[in-house]
């Protein structure tokens, strides 16, 4: 009888060459630099994301026209291709974006400026627009810190539609049916609605079968949760945000 349970239990604590698999993804990931900030942090396409889509909207403010449109009457001026350029932040380091130019050299960008290389507080900033359940008006307030009275609030309001545009096409991106392994973590921002507040953003980090690993969900803890309600809830809640048809789990 007992030879037949050490049997039973030895059977049972042999992993099956799925999860095999699925360890190995997971160790590799670790070992590459599982993290949603620093220099190889998932934060980093995001914060790209952000400004190059802001920086198109300047130049569209800046020409009165859309890409491919026609020029203001009075003027030839147009866009003239991009330049490169490495800015540095505070979470994921090194980033590179593409800065919009145009024919006639008068573009003044704003949230890069002219040989600006250091962003202060872009990365949490960037992190809290992708979170799902912030409003219209805190995403807006987000940009109006960032550019001041350096331009109209009629411009920060179109810029914060055109961020909400990317924002949207990244949130309803397909995902692969099947992850190795999925990940909680966090990082504390700064939301402001009126008054600043302090809240935490969870991500839900997958490790593909295929091995890389990519940020799949964002979301902020609801408010009047207090840390355990804030890890239970917006951590199942950051899960649950990944379930899109064709979505196994």
């Given at each position: ?227 355990e309600g804030g890890w239970c809830g917006s951590g199942r809640g950051a899960c649950r945000s990944t379930r899109r048809p064709g979505v196994s789990g």
């Amino acid at each position: 009888m007992d030879a037949r349970l050490e049997d039973v239990t030895k059977k049972k604590a042999e992993p099956t060459a799925e999860q095999l698999a699925a360890e190995e993804l997971v160790r590799r990931a670790r070992e590459q630099g599982l993290s949603l900030t620093g220099p190889d942090g998932l934060l980093k396409q995001l914060t790209k994301t952000v400004l190059e889509t802001a920086l198109n909207q300047e130049m569209t403010e800046h020409l009165g026209h859309e890409k491919h449109g026609r020029p203001a009457a009075g003027t030839e001026n147009v866009r003239n291709g991009t330049r490169a350029k490495t800015v540095l932040t505070e979470a994921s380091g090194q980033v590179g974006i593409e800065v919009p130019r145009d024919r006639e050299g008068t573009f003044e960008p704003q949230i890069v400026r002219k040989r600006q290389r250091r962003l202060t507080g872009v990365d949490e900033i960037v992190l809290s627009l992708y979170a799902k359940g912030l409003t219209t008006g805190e995403i807006s307030a987000h940009f109006a810190e960032i550019y001041g009275a350096s331009v109209s609030k009629e411009t920060i309001s179109r810029i914060t539609d055109k961020v909400i545009e990317e924002m949207q096409s990244w949130q309803g991106r397909p995902l692969d049916p099947v992850y190795a392994a999925v990940f909680i973590d966090a990082i504390v921002v700064k939301v402001r609605d009126g008054q600043v507040a302090n809240r935490p953003v969870y991500a839900a980090i997958g490790v593909t079968l295929a091995g890389p690993c990519w940020l799949i969900s964002v979301m902020p803890r609801r408010r009047g949760r207090g840390a355990e309600g804030g890890w239970c809830g917006s951590g199942r809640g950051a899960c649950r945000s990944t379930r899109r048809p064709g979505v196994s789990g």
